[in-house]
């Protein structure tokens, strides 16, 4: 496994990369679990709870995500060609970051519960459905691969002060 370079939004190339829209997985194969278990390693570094892969270069649609909290056993999940439908009317609102967006964090609203659809790590195909946290991460890393990213949801005003803070902080790091 190795730790792979995030790509964030105050790099032009990055933000050319991470507007791309991610293409299908062909089969889970042990390249693609390679890329997974990288890309896990990554998430748990930088630290994060979710990572797709096109943050990490690869604009395939892969995700990977853990949301067990600290001092709680890990609980990795791989999602590969996630497909997600029937999101609920109601709504769920929820201070979101990224790793592509460091440093930031701001209020973005999705449907409370939406179901999905996908191959885990085995490449067996899976169907359930998500709420709270769960929900949100699936959500916003599944912007990811439409070229996404969380602050396209807020208002110019406040991406365009995302947009400055994460490069002040690059600028002084």
Request: overall charge negative; hydrophobic content about 40%; glycine content about 4%.
């Amino acid at each position: 496994m190795a730790i792979r370079r995030i790509l964030t939004i105050d790099s032009p190339a990055d933000l050319a990369t991470l507007k791309k829209i991610s293409t299908p997985v062909e089969a889970v194969t042990d390249d693609l679990r390679t890329l997974m278990d990288d890309m896990l390693e990554t998430m748990y570094d930088a630290p994060g709870i979710g990572l797709a892969a096109v943050q990490v270069g690869e604009p395939v649609r892969v995700i990977v995500m853990d949301l067990a909290r600290e001092g709680e056993e890990p609980a990795p999940r791989f999602f590969v060609n996630p497909e997600l439908f029937d999101p609920s009317e109601e709504l769920f609102v929820y201070e979101e970051g990224c790793l592509s967006v460091p440093e930031y964090y701001d209020a973005v609203e999705r449907p409370a519960r939406i179901k999905l659809r996908y191959l885990n790590y085995q490449g067996e195909q899976v169907e359930e459905e998500a709420e709270g946290l769960f929900s949100v991460c699936i959500q916003h890393e599944m912007d990811h691969l439409e070229g996404v990213l969380f602050i396209d949801h807020l208002s110019r005003l406040r991406r365009d002060r995302a947009m400055a803070k994460v490069k002040k902080a690059r600028r002084a790091a």
